[in-house]
């Protein structure tokens, strides 16, 4: 094997390989860590690989990776979920999630035919105002048509789109991320739907009949989530005590097809939540039914411990308990109701009764209380004011 210098400092040299192919070596310095490291560039002719030496050279003096960069957005977001994603500790459900805003979000997009060294932070913002502008439905005359994604849903593909480019840079493809100097997009805050006393009744009752009744008082009496409650075991459950409760220890849900007990993202979601009189009689009644499954059931019982189950005693898709609250809901005239609503109205009830925020805050498995106080301000806000209102009383008379 023979190797010619290209220049007389020596930067660079051109060899070829045994295997017939070119290659250009140099070595270059980390322009963030300052490391030396040996980078070998290929051709399949000694004058493509001397091409590509000049070029990482000339790259290199300005700082800049010297890794080909002609690969487009679209190309390597498709090769960072196959590997970057998949490899990383977030939970199954979130790369399934970021898996799908890539590919539909961003892949789909022209932003994805822009080359990763020529992706400017301007053309970021450009494709977020994109997003934010088109219409949910293309063919409405209304001068301000209802915006097909949420702010939510545009700010959750800036985050995945600024994962992609970390892993372009870490992988030395660009030299800085542009998406570090777009501001992310904000979340238009919405006020949570809740149900009244009465309204919540109406729900439980229309429910009754269905085989996920007691999920629905369950959930209506705790706060619990969805998937928390459908993960519930036996084991979780402590109706015997002088002070029931249950221990949420995870939640179930949908991954690629087979539903999955995954750990909640937060320490503060792992959490004992006492049960009220309510709560504590629609276990027992859920525990006396599952008795009635399994001795119908007989040999297709499947026995998996969860407090909710099939007629064969399988985990509920949670799909399958949303359809029964909807029905329900519709039934008492309730629209947009969804099993979430059920929580949002422990949680309102609880603040509109008096109790402490960071009470409640703990009882819904919240990160912190300022997440509470965000979601529920409706509640703090009409809390202050009734706070301002016996503080004026107490005072007695106008002094102004």
Avoid: C
């Amino acid at each position: 094997m023979t190797r010619t210098k290209t220049a007389a400092n020596g930067e660079g040299s051109i060899y070829k390989r045994a295997d017939g192919k070119w290659a250009a070596a140099l070595v270059v310095e980390d322009p963030e860590t300052g490391e030396r490291k040996r980078r070998v560039l290929y051709g399949r002719t000694r004058t493509e690989a001397r091409q590509k030496l000049r070029a990482a050279q000339d790259r290199a003096e300005q700082d800049l990776p010297i890794t080909d960069t002609r690969a487009t957005l679209g190309e390597w977001t498709e090769k960072w979920i196959t590997t970057t994603l998949e490899a990383s500790d977030r939970r199954q459900s979130t790369r399934d999630l970021y898996a799908t805003i890539a590919r539909r979000y961003i892949g789909e997009d022209p932003i994805a035919r822009r080359t990763l060294d020529k992706l400017k932070p301007s053309d970021i913002e450009a494709f977020l105002l994109r997003m934010r502008n088109t219409p949910k439905d293309p063919e409405s005359e209304d001068p301000d048509p209802a915006p097909k994604y949420s702010s939510s849903t545009i700010r959750t593909t800036y985050t995945v789109l600024r994962a992609i480019l970390d892993g372009a840079k870490r992988d030395g493809l660009i030299a800085r991320n542009p998406a570090e100097a777009v501001k992310r997009p904000a979340v238009e805050r919405t006020e949570a739907r809740y149900l009244t006393i009465s309204e919540a009744r109406a729900l439980m009752h229309a429910s009754k009949g269905s085989r996920y009744h007691h999920a629905v008082v369950l959930i209506a009496h705790t706060g619990l989530r969805r998937g928390e409650a459908l993960a519930l075991r036996w084991d979780d459950v402590d109706l015997d005590a002088e002070n029931p409760a249950i221990r949420v220890r995870g939640t179930l849900a949908r991954s690629r097809g087979r539903l999955t007990v995954t750990t909640p993202k937060t320490a503060q979601s792992i959490r004992t939540v006492p049960l009220a009189p309510d709560a504590v009689d629609a276990l027992r009644a859920q525990r006396t039914a599952q008795k009635r499954d399994r001795l119908k059931a007989a040999n297709v019982w499947t026995d998996t411990d969860f407090v909710f189950t099939t007629a064969s005693g399988e985990p509920v898709d949670p799909r399958n308990l949303y359809r029964v609250v909807q029905v329900a809901a519709r039934a008492v005239g309730l629209e947009h109701v969804g099993v979430h609503a059920l929580r949002h109205t422990a949680a309102t009830l609880m603040l509109e009764g008096g109790v402490n925020i960071k009470a409640v805050s703990s009882l819904l498995g919240h990160s912190s209380v300022a997440i509470t106080g965000d979601v529920y301000a409706h509640v703090t806000d009409h809390t202050a004011r009734a706070a301002m209102a016996t503080l004026s009383g107490a005072l007695g008379e106008r002094t102004a």
